[in-house]
């Protein structure tokens, strides 16, 4: 073959094989979309068969593998691509154009190839793990916290008391409330489960702007319970309640503005008994009140303490 012959049949395949592509984009179009249509239904099918094996790991009180929670979401982005593309497809099918059957050819091409590729993804051995029976999760917090000590301790005091069972932290901005609610939750790092008998320390920030629906996904990601995405305040509530039941917890809940239904949220009323405690930290003395505050905490905490009030008192007979 001589020169020119080669650089001839390599041009022309250079020049034929995007075109064939393209060709093939017009002429299989409909087989295409028959095929996507068929793969998605496969991947329907898939879902449903995890989300069977959620449902039985929620009632083993397992959380979801989070590779899996990705991959529902996937699916469910790639069903309403899918849709958009057969819904074109549907409404030009009276006028096709070849420029049209082109654009929704390459596209069934495309979603096609991510759609099959979507499916052997979803080929889980482990849909779901235990959850560790002791968790706190260490929160960052100034190195330098000296003058909290004491507040520390007398914390730790008020929550061995088997008559609380919510204990307020409240004081202006700035004097040190979330300061001490963190060194509290990091407390409990390292510290045998038996010391204290929780088997979860949970710390949120729970200001009201976040909304409940926040503060339910944020309580349900610290203690690595599955949420399904989408799901309402009162689903959520009800499997937090659930779970929440049968442990043995300490909430720390950081900056409230106002009254927080804790039941709405899903928060076993805390009566102090069985080790479901609830610390929580807020500038007004009243929303302690409304939380129903076994035992407050009030001043400026941290280094300044020594000049200032730190007044303790009990706002409750029992
Ligand atoms: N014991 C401490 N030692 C050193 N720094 C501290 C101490 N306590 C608080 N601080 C610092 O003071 C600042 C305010 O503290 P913090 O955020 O805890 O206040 P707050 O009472 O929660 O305020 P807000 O009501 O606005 O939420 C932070 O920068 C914090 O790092
Ligand atoms: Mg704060």
């Not at 069903?79 to 390459?106: A, C, L, P």
């Not at 949970?202 to 399904?228: N, P």
Request: aromatic share 8%; net charge positive.
């Amino acid at each position: 073959m001589s020169v020119i012959d080669s650089i001839s049949s390599t041009l022309a395949s250079h020049l034929w094989n995007p075109l064939a592509t393209r060709l093939r984009y017009l002429i299989e179009m409909e087989e295409n979309i028959g095929k996507l249509d068929s793969t998605i239904k496969n991947l329907e099918v898939r879902k449903n068969e995890i989300q069977v094996r959620l449902k039985i790991s929620e009632g083993k009180q397992e959380t979801c593998n989070p590779e899996v929670t990705e991959w529902l979401e996937k699916v469910t982005a790639m069903g309403t691509e899918v849709d958009e593309i057969k819904n074109v497809h549907k409404k030009r099918k009276q006028s096709f154009t070849y420029w049209s059957k082109y654009e929704i050819g390459m596209q069934a091409v495309k979603k096609l190839k991510e759609a099959k590729m979507l499916h052997e993804k979803g080929a889980f051995k482990q849909v779901s793990f235990e959850i560790p029976p002791y968790s706190v999760q260490e929160v960052p917090i100034v190195p330098l916290t000296e003058g909290i000590e004491c507040n520390l301790r007398d914390v730790l005091q008020y929550l061995k008391d088997g008559k609380v069972g919510i204990v307020g932290i409240w004081g202006m901005g700035g004097v040190g409330k979330t300061t001490l609610l963190r060194k509290i939750n990091n407390h409990f790092i390292g510290v045998a489960k038996e010391n204290y008998g929780y088997d979860l320390v949970i710390y949120v920030m729970a200001s009201t702007s976040y909304g409940i629906g926040q503060l339910q996904v944020d309580i349900a990601e610290k203690i690595g319970l599955f949420m399904k995405p989408g799901s309402s305040t009162e689903m959520r509530a009800s499997l937090l309640l659930s779970f929440l039941r049968r442990k043995k917890f300490l909430l720390l809940l950081d900056d409230l503005w106002d009254y927080l239904d804790l039941a709405e949220v899903g928060i076993p009323y805390t009566s102090g008994l069985n080790n479901q405690k609830v610390v929580l930290t807020t500038r007004y003395e009243t929303v302690c009140g409304h939380m129903g505050a076994h035992k407050t905490i009030c001043g400026m905490f941290g280094p300044r303490d020594s000049l200032a009030i730190v007044q303790r008192k009990s706002n409750r007979s029992y």
